[in-house]
């Protein structure tokens, strides 16, 4: 294509894109199409081309919508043609950041694995360097943790909750998309964040052992710093940190009070991304709600870098995905028995049982692996014995790990958890100042009262201050609305849902 030819396809495909915004295409649809390559433009058509085939697919269903605007945009009629690109380089993703709700997760749903190669297990002994480093020439030489081996992309366990999670992953690990920078990937404790980290870290260290890549949490970030200035070490930990190749810091959340430490992060962040160096960044929230609560000392620069890369969420798992993840869990755990030679795992959970094992478990995938595990040894008890392991095993397993009625939520909860995350007094909550403020946090915790509890309506109006049936009626309809259009407000609801949830 010649270089006038290429500039009108860039430009037709700008306008294409602002359209298709304009109209309100899920934002996971747009990110996938920004991330697409205009190659070919002709009085017939307007040709893209991407590397990963369910992009492709995703794309040719949007196809209608898509031809709308680029007929619009080009005042005469266009089609669309996506061609498979088979180089090997990477087509350029989106470099504003991108937040995937559950719903627009399902929507990326590839068909077949991403193009990211399949990384391979880690020997225990994998170093990070091939040369050591002494603590002269590098602050975090010594400190280097353990890799657990058995955190990798083979065992992580997929589904719809974390697919777009998983492949963002493997592709900050292979090198494949240098513009996922920063990769943010955040979600409920015990949802598989710090494996997908583990795995980064694992997979770098076993393929490509030149690039330096540290793990850290936020709290030993914080341990970090606090010595090094204890130490008068300032300017050797600021050199060591711009010296890794792969920033990983897990549990960022736990930064939040530190303010030295956070000044700190973010020097060494500006250097590591204008040198073209990778950052991974986890925590329980995203990242505008890192800044929400009242001892916060991120700011909104602050958190507005950490969301200029991609920025995803892990959602909790159903049915389907915990069946998938005991399953996982209990052969690995059998094949590691006999690898490792550990004693007494290598009873047998039946199929059926394990159906069960997935209808009762909670939605902690840390939990599920511990409870796979109290059931396998149960099972390995009771065979030696002469017996087999039964559904009350079951049964009685789960409610150890999950005990029956732990979640009755009432309203007072709700509204403590509303309060706390919407940083608000109780008095102004149910009050009837009407600022907005006031109006969001009001709203949904009328509509968590309405969806979490047995009150009627009625009920709730006079836990709310004595509203009308009318006013709740209102409050429910808004926070509907707004969940069914906003990605954001809908993981704010589900963050405090889930902080309901790990309440005791």
């Given amino acids: 294509m010649g270089t006038d030819t290429q500039t ?48 492709r697919r995703k794309i040719e269903q949007e196809g209608e919508v898509i031809e709308q605007c680029l007929r619009e945009a080009a005042f005469q009629p266009l089609k669309l043609r996506v061609e498979l690109s088979r180089t ?6 989106p470099t504003t950041a991108t937040v995937v709700s559950p719903e627009e997760l399902s929507q990326l749903q590839p068909a077949e694995p991403a193009p990211a190669q399949a990384p391979q297990p880690v020997a225990a002994a994998s170093p990070l360097r091939p040369e050591p480093v002494t603590h002269e020439t590098n602050f975090l030489a010594e400190d280097i943790p353990e890799s657990d081996s058995k955190l990798t992309f083979d065992r992580f366990v997929r589904g719809e909750e974390n697919m777009y999670a998983l492949e963002a992953a493997k592709q900050v690990a292979n090198g494949v998309n240098k513009n996922y920078n920063p990769l943010f990937i955040y979600g409920h404790s015990g949802l598989g964040k710090t494996h997908l980290l583990r795995a980064i870290q694992n997979y770098i260290a076993a393929n490509d052992p030149e690039r330096f890549c540290i793990y850290r949490s936020g709290s030993q970030f914080v341990e970090d710093y606090v010595n090094a200035m204890k130490n008068s070490e300032g300017a050797l930990l600021t050199r060591s940190y711009q010296d890794v190749d792969v920033l990983i810091i897990d549990d960022i959340q736990n930064m939040r009070q530190a303010g030295g430490t956070i000044s700190f992060f973010f020097n060494t962040f500006n250097e590591l991304i204008s040198h073209g160096k990778q950052i991974v960044l986890a925590a329980d929230r995203s990242p505008s709600q890192l800044g929400m609560s009242a001892d916060s000392k991120f700011d909104e620069r602050d958190t507005s870098r950490m969301d200029s890369g991609l920025t995803v969420s892990i959602q909790v798992p159903d049915y389907e995905l915990k ?30 049982l394990r159906q069960l094992m997935a209808h009762r478990a909670g939605n902690s995938i840390r939990l599920i692996k511990s409870y796979v595990q109290s059931c396998l040894m149960t099972a390995t008890q009771r065979e030696r014995r002469g ?3 039964s559904r009350e095993d079951i049964i009685r397993v789960a409610q150890q790990k999950w005990p ?26 149910i009050g009837s100042k009407r600022n907005k403020e006031l109006m969001e946090p ?23 201050g004595n509203r009308s049936h009318a006013t709740v009626k209102h409050s429910i309809a808004w926070v509907e609305e707004r969940k069914a259009a906003s990605r954001t407000f809908y993981d704010k609801l589900e963050h405090i849902v889930g902080d309901l949830n790990d309440a005791d």
């Fill in 387 to 389: 017996g087999h392991l």
């Fill in 88 to 93: 090997g380089a990477p087509v350029p993703a």
């Fill in 442 to 464: 009001r709203h949904v915790a009328i509509w968590l009262s309405r969806d979490k509890t047995d009150e009627t309506l009625a009920d709730i109006g006079k836990r709310f």
């Fill in 323 to 352: 069946l998938n993840l005991i399953n996982s869990f209990y052969e690995n755990m059998k094949a590691d028995a006999i690898d490792e030679h550990i004693q007494g795992m290598d009873g047998t959970i039946p199929e059926e």
């Fill in 8 to 55: 009108d396809a860039e430009y037709l495909w700008e306008d294409v894109l602002v359209l298709l915004e304009e109209r309100g295409l899920a934002p996971a649809v747009l990110a996938m199409l920004r991330s697409c390559t205009p190659v070919g433009l002709d009085d017939e058509s307007l040709t893209i081309a991407t590397n990963l085939s369910f992009a």
């Fill in 404 to 429: 029956t009625g732990q979640h009755i939520i009432t309203v007072e909860q709700i509204q403590r958890a509303v309060e706390k995350y919407y940083d608000v007094s109780h008095d102004d909550l």
